[in-house]
């Protein structure tokens, strides 16, 4: 007798959900299926199930199910149901292999059960607390993830393998929704900040007239409040902005000028200013206020329209490209060279010093092309018996590692991140953040693309040309020893914590010391991979995804 699923999965059609990535779901038959699965589909799909999964864990105590027929058996009735949403009839075939959702020790520190995961971290966690509320408050959402975060590195240090990340990923956001959440899987704060899915706005035919009132009413007060806020806006124009410039109709906040006004950039506290506003301050870097000179631009002394004095650095525009590419022992030295003062920071002084702006341009070179770490301005020292600071984000996009960039946790992964970048900017010879392109810049990281290439066995392709080109590099340059310079980049700037090395360990692996360990696939897990801005999933609502960035934003 065929087994039956032993979960309830009319939640599919009852979850508003929004199934639309899926309507004309047709990868080519040559896609391999481990590149379908990652495809935005089948992600969403997985976190489809893993509502159920988790109601599962909660009833069985089981985190995936018993035996493969059962697994067979729950897959075909994801599909009926998928089926009564109009979405293609192969849709889970495409998607899902029934061997990925049957229990097996070797997945996450083998934990196959509530009973394994109690056993392996104790009868509670920071998830246990963190996870407990309505998790469609913001607030809420975030400490759950950070709670995610904590557990994830204390599975990973209890498992070992590097390989495991994802699924322990998975094992925590069916946890925390399926055992922690006092409103269940499937309530709405769950399923958007566990789950990561988009919910349809509910409507119904009975709502519209209630619809029509409100939204006639809405847009009168909107209108009277508009035109309240106007009036009122033109009378502090012309009151107060206007006194506190002497009256002069040429002020800092006039109309003319809306577009380029200053702002506070969000979870940052830095301010940003446009280069008009930066014109005014220092007369148009009139040669008075002129300060001083570095490599790469002139300061100049500034005045704010609020009295507060700054320096304000004008960048040289170039593209500091050097007549004669860096050779490859060259580029291994200065790698080896910074790898090597950050491991002082970071072991050699008590407490450890945090640079938190390792990036290329802070990276000084001696007449003999050995390298120094400059420019201590935003350095951090840590605290005895802290494994983070919290602190005000500064640093330079493109370096900032996610989970600083995003919730200011700062730890000594952090700098390993921006030396990762620094390590595959040398060995690929690209920016670290490309925005040249009018596209989304997201797709441009060199971390993404780098780890894509590799991933895809192109590894040559990643390097600089440079490094390629001739038939002297190509005979003289070891091929297997860039490789792993380009591997430990592409760790070192992993979205995980946990799957990041120590400076310690990755000079180590970059000396040939120890092995370098396989590079660990982006998480695919439940949630949609938007965390971090390139991978980490753990949890994640557009509001919380990765640090969003805009043409000519830069933290400093």
Not at 24 to 42: G, M, Y
Not at 334 to 363: E, F, M, Q, S
Request: net charge neutral; glycine share 8%; aromatic share 8%.
């Amino acid at each position: 007798m065929a087994a039956s699923c032993p979960m309830d999965l009319n939640y599919v059609t009852r979850v508003p959900w929004n199934s639309t990535l899926c309507r004309d779901f047709h990868p080519s038959n040559s896609t391999p299926k481990a590149e379908i699965s990652k495809q935005n589909c089948c992600v969403s799909l997985l976190s489809v199930f893993g509502i159920g999964l988790a109601e599962h864990l909660k009833e069985t105590s089981l985190f995936q199910l018993p035996d493969l027929p059962t697994s067979v058996s729950c897959l075909h009735d994801f599909q009926s149901k998928l089926d009564l949403l109009s979405l293609p009839n192969d849709v889970v075939s495409l998607c899902f292999e029934p061997t990925q959702f049957v229990i097996t020790p070797d997945l996450c520190a083998g934990i196959q059960t509530t009973k394994d995961w109690v056993a392996k971290l104790g009868q509670s966690t920071v998830l246990d607390q963190g996870c407990k509320a309505d998790l469609g408050d913001l607030t809420a959402c975030d400490t759950c993830l950070r709670a995610g975060n904590e557990v994830h590195s204390r599975l990973m240090a209890i498992d070992g393998n590097r390989s495991h990340g994802t699924d322990c990923f998975d094992f925590i956001v069916l946890y925390a929704a399926g055992i922690v959440n006092e409103f269940g899987p499937e309530s709405d704060g769950t399923v958007t900040c566990a789950f990561a899915l988009t919910l349809n706005q509910k409507s119904g035919s009975n709502n519209k007239h209630s619809a029509l009132v409100f939204g006639l009413t809405g847009a009168g007060v909107a209108i009277f409040v508009t035109i309240s806020v106007l009036g009122f806006y033109f009378w502090y124009e012309k009151r107060f902005v206007k006194r506190n410039n002497g009256g002069s109709g040429s002020n800092f906040y006039d109309l003319e000028e809306q577009g380029s006004r200053t702002r506070l950039r969000p979870n940052t506290g830095s301010i940003w200013f446009k280069l008009h506003d930066l014109e005014k301050a220092t007369d148009h870097f009139s040669s008075k206020n002129f300060i001083g000179r570095g490599g790469f631009g002139f300061v100049f002394k500034g005045i704010l329209p609020d009295g507060t004095l700054v320096a304000v650095k004008r960048i040289i525009e170039s593209e500091f490209q050097g007549v004669k590419p860096l050779s490859w022992p060259q580029r291994k030295n200065i790698i080896l060279d910074v790898a090597k003062g950050l491991a002082y920071l970071h072991y050699g002084v008590k407490p450890a010093i945090y640079h938190r702006d390792i990036k290329a341009t802070n990276i000084l070179l001696d007449a003999d092309m050995r390298a120094r770490v400059s420019d201590f301005g935003l350095a951090k020292q840590s605290r005895e018996g802290q494994s983070h600071l919290t602190t005000r984000v500064a640093g330079t996009h493109g370096y900032l590692a996610p989970e600083y960039a995003l919730y200011g946790q700062l730890t000594e992964k952090s700098d390993v991140y921006s030396f990762g970048v620094v390590v595959l900017e040398i060995m690929c010879g690209r920016k670290a953040l490309d925005l040249s392109s009018s596209s989304s810049p997201r797709a441009f990281l060199i971390t993404d693309w780098a780890w894509s290439l590799v991933k895809a066995g192109k590894v040559e392709e990643a390097f600089d040309r440079s490094l390629m080109d001739s038939e002297d590099s190509v005979n003289s340059n070891p091929k297997a020893i860039m490789e792993r310079f380009l591997h430990v980049g592409i760790l070192c700037a992993h979205v995980m914590v946990a799957l990041r090395p120590t400076i310690l360990d990755a000079l180590k692996m970059l000396e040939g010391d120890i092995e370098v360990p396989p590079i660990p696939d982006r998480p695919m897990s439940l949630a949609h991979p938007s965390c971090y801005g390139d991978g980490n999933a753990f949890s994640i609502s557009p509001a919380l995804s990765g640090p969003q960035l805009l043409k000519g934003d830069m933290l400093r």
